[in-house]
């Protein structure tokens, strides 16, 4: 072989060993890429989309003028497994808790994790759909005990929610009536309330959805 040759195929190789090391860094940067977008939409301790997203979605569903629900969840007690068996075993019930709402089907489009104990689910449909969706969550949760790491805890929610009545309606004010419904079903110790106006009473802090 030629030196010239040689000089040729150690070139062509070093050109390939180029473009394969400049493949690996660029996946590596669009895997973190990825993953940085992931975090910043999802919670850490559930996986499930977090408040940040859930906001996102709801605005674009009402800015595209389709039937929405919300229905938010709390769970009842939930400081005392924290405050009695520790916060590993608190996250193991939020995670479990997490996985069990994410096996809710259509007309229910999105299941998050907003803050502490509390849940929101997003649902495209009617206040009948958004019922039904209320009423499967609330079972979900209490029906069977829940597996942690030290146990089996017996947990209950309490289930807000509400539909969108008029056109236009805001997610400021869809937020505010599901969590005034959700307050008021914890003050009668959990199950599921819809939000009633001549009924359901305010709710302090109620803009802590949007901060």
């Not at 009695?84 to 939020?94: I, R």
């Not at 007309?107 to 849940?119: K, N």
């Not at 419904?181 to 001549?198: F, Q, S």
């Amino acid at each position: 072989m030629s030196q010239i040759v040689q000089q040729m195929l150690t070139c062509a190789g070093g050109i390939l060993a180029g473009f394969a090391l400049a493949g690996a860094v660029l996946w590596r940067q669009q895997h973190a890429l990825r993953a940085a977008r992931h975090n910043a939409t999802h919670d850490d301790v559930t996986g499930l989309p977090n408040r940040r997203l859930f906001l996102a979605r709801l605005r674009a569903t009402v800015e595209d003028n389709t039937p929405v629900g919300v229905v938010l969840l709390d769970l009842n007690r939930f400081k005392a497994v924290n405050d009695t068996l520790g916060h590993e075993t608190g996250n193991d019930l939020l995670h479990q808790v997490g996985r069990r709402l994410a096996r809710l089907t259509p007309p229910v489009r999105l299941t998050a994790r907003l803050s502490g104990d509390e849940f929101a689910l997003l649902v495209h449909g009617d206040r009948d759909d958004t019922d039904a969706a209320a009423h499967a969550a609330w079972q979900l949760i209490a029906r069977d005990p829940i597996r942690v790491v030290n146990g089996e805890l017996w947990v209950t929610a309490s289930v807000g929610y509400t539909h969108a009545r008029h056109p236009n309606t805001s997610t400021r004010h869809l937020l505010s009536q599901a969590d005034s419904a959700m307050y008021e079903a914890k003050t009668t110790d959990g199950g599921v309330r819809e939000y009633l106006p001549h009924r359901t009473p305010p709710v302090r802090s109620r803009d802590r959805h949007h901060r």
